[in-house]
């Protein structure tokens, strides 16, 4: 049986960093976490930018 790992990356700038993984070993925790995942991933799509222009990130430390 093939296990299922979610992996969270963490976007750098100019590089994307591996930030943790951890084990999803039960069929409804993968699909809340898919669920999720296509929810932000809407709300995202929704909050970019319409002329297609991509400004960078700015984090404060």
Known sequence: MPENYLVVLAERGDYILPWT???VEQPHQQRKLQKE???????????????GLVTP???SR
């Open 37 to 51: 995942y296509e929810r932000i991933s809407a709300e995202k799509a929704e909050a970019a930018p319409k002329d």
């Open 57 to 59: 990130a700015t984090y």
């Open 21 to 23: 993984a951890y084990l």
